[in-house]
């Protein structure tokens, strides 16, 4: 991600919903949260509202391939699942983190059953490792036609589980495990945004997909008062009206389209400018 960031247009005051599922219909809208029906995250009844035309939609009905691999949030049942809102490859866990309620039963991030195209299916390994394998699985089989991967995954959210030698990694640096979990948590999701630019390379698809790295809301706390996290000197974080809780990284790379230099954007922009923003660009 370094590296990404290196080449990639920064946009520094980029701004989402101060939870998660708020901000996953607003980056499938281009509408703002309050007004799709998903406020919040939580009592069952944030739902995106059956007469949101999505972006899944918008660019299956262009041509495109449409594909989420990992969190959808926004419903799990007819018709609100991500098969019902545009996506052509649905391979998505329940509910809002892996374990939750509305999730299989006994998942805890390792060998889970995730639903895929809407019926249940076993898998080994890791999460993060699963959706990134059946994001490239999906890039592969369509790299010769326009595709939309929309990547989403429950790492790092608690519970925090992560195998230990990721743990490993940060245990003598903070006096917190979950915090080590945390961060052990996201450098799988580095390696494995790696494997993919890796990927996208090899299949010479880099010069012409628009790449992007974002987060869904600010930092999340662990709980642990031993966690000195560290949070770019922001104040608050998720859930808070302040920076901390919506201001999040933006990165963007596209080079035939122009998007390569390594630049900042220090304007404001916003979760609702991602939908209009990328159909415009397709």
Request: charged share 20%.
């Amino acid at each position: 991600l370094d590296s990404f960031h290196g080449e990639s247009v920064r946009f520094e005051s980029f701004h989402t919903g101060t939870t998660c599922a708020p901000t996953r219909a607003g980056l499938m809208t281009g509408h703002y949260c309050n007004s799709t029906g998903v406020w919040h995250t939580i009592g069952g009844r944030s739902l995106l509202r059956s007469d949101e035309w999505s972006l899944a939609t918008a660019l299956g009905e262009a041509g495109y391939n449409t594909g989420i691999f990992g969190k959808w949030h926004l419903g799990d049942d007819y018709p609100y699942r991500p098969q019902d809102r545009g996506f052509q490859r649905v391979v998505c866990h329940g509910g809002g983190g892996i374990s939750q309620q509305p999730d299989w039963w006994g998942n805890d991030y390792f060998d889970d059953t995730y639903m895929v195209d809407g019926e249940p299916k076993a898998y080994e390994g890791y999460c993060t490792d699963v959706f990134f394998r059946e994001a490239l699985d999906f890039i592969d089989a369509k790299k010769d036609e326009p595709f939309f991967a929309y990547i989403s995954t429950n790492a790092p959210h608690g519970p925090f589980n992560v195998d230990p030698t990721y743990r490993d990694l940060y245990t003598d640096d903070t006096d917190s495990e979950a915090y080590a979990r945390f961060l052990g948590m996201i450098t799988n999701i580095d390696e494995n945004f790696g494997k993919l630019r890796a990927k996208l390379a090899e299949w010479d698809l880099q010069e012409n997909t628009i790449l992007i790295f974002m987060s869904d809301n600010g930092q999340t706390g662990t709980g642990d008062p031993n966690a000195d996290m560290y949070n770019a000197g922001m104040r608050g974080f998720k859930g808070s009206p302040y920076d901390g809780g919506h201001r999040v990284p933006f990165l963007m790379r596209w080079p035939d389209g122009g998007y390569t230099t390594a630049r900042t954007i220090g304007e404001l922009t916003s979760y609702v400018d991602f939908m209009p923003t990328l159909l415009d660009l397709c």
